[in-house]
């Protein structure tokens, strides 16, 4: 089965960091470009990061840069966002998703995770 | 970075209606057009990708259509599983920017 799962969230204080997780498993990881995708509470979609499949092309959506780096581990069929300098309104469910199409950033996004919550609030 | 509308951001319909939705782009992306479904509490979910073409598994009530900055997503007659909102999203470039989404409720 297809699958991914997002782990890390929780709370945090504003300013402060923390690592988000994606364990991936039942397709060729290493094949596809992932993402991160957030929506705030009541909010719409937002991408966040994206990473290509060999980590030589990453984007980042303009709310995060300088703030958030995206990183995978093909061995160990991982994907990771590190969120530094939180903010409030960095407050949302935050989903995996993998790229549809082999050896490109770019793509639909056909396999999502669960999501996980972080909330940054003093 | 291309910006994306969705209209209307909410509608009211019963089962066995014809929906659709719209979504522009600011600039043309070609056809590097997705939809996405939403139901609540879940992730989102792949239903249109290239514009027009069905996603393996996603009934066929669903079809997409358009390319440049406009384009469609239709419902040919809306069960009650299809309640939802929907999102649209451009994969031309980076950011890969959503839609702000349709809200579609029962009537």
């Known amino acids: 089965e297809v699958q991914l799962v997002e782990s890390g969230g929780g709370l945090v204080q504003p300013g402060r960091s923390l690592r988000l997780s994606c364990a991936a498993s039942?397709?060729?990881?290493?094949?596809?470009?992932m993402h991160w995708v957030r929506q705030a509470p009541g909010k719409g979609l937002e991408w966040v990061s994206g990473?290509?499949?060999?980590?030589?092309?990453?984007g980042y959506a303009d709310s995060v840069k300088g703030r958030f780096t995206i990183s995978r581990d093909n061995a160990k069929n991982s994907l990771y966002l590190q969120m530094n300098s939180l903010r409030a309104e960095d407050t949302a469910l935050y989903y995996c998703?993998?790229?549809?199409?082999?050896?490109?950033?770019?793509?639909?996004?056909?396999?999502w995770g669960q999501g996980t919550m972080v909330t940054v609030s003093s | 970075d291309i910006q994306m509308t969705q209209s209307p951001s909410s509608l009211s319909a019963s089962v066995g209606d014809r929906v659709t939705i719209t979504c522009r782009a600011s600039?043309?992306?070609?056809?590097?057009l997705n939809w996405y479904q939403q139901k609540p509490g879940k992730a989102p979910k792949l239903l249109i990708y290239?514009?027009?073409s069905l996603q393996s598994g996603v009934p066929s009530r669903f079809s997409g259509s358009g390319s440049g900055t406009d384009f469609t997503l239709t419902i040919s007659s809306l069960q009650p599983e299809d309640f939802a909102t929907y999102y649209c999203?451009?994969?031309?470039?980076?950011?890969?920017?959503f839609g702000p989404g349709t809200k579609v409720d029962i009537k």
């Open positions: 998703a993998k790229g549809s199409v082999a050896g490109t950033l770019y793509g639909a996004f056909d396999i």
């Open positions: 039942g397709f060729t990881f290493d094949d596809y470009a």
């Open positions: 990473i290509s499949w060999n980590s030589g092309s990453i």
């Open positions: 600039q043309s992306i070609s056809s590097y």
């Open positions: 290239a514009a027009s």
């Open positions: 999203q451009q994969s031309y470039s980076t950011p890969g920017t």
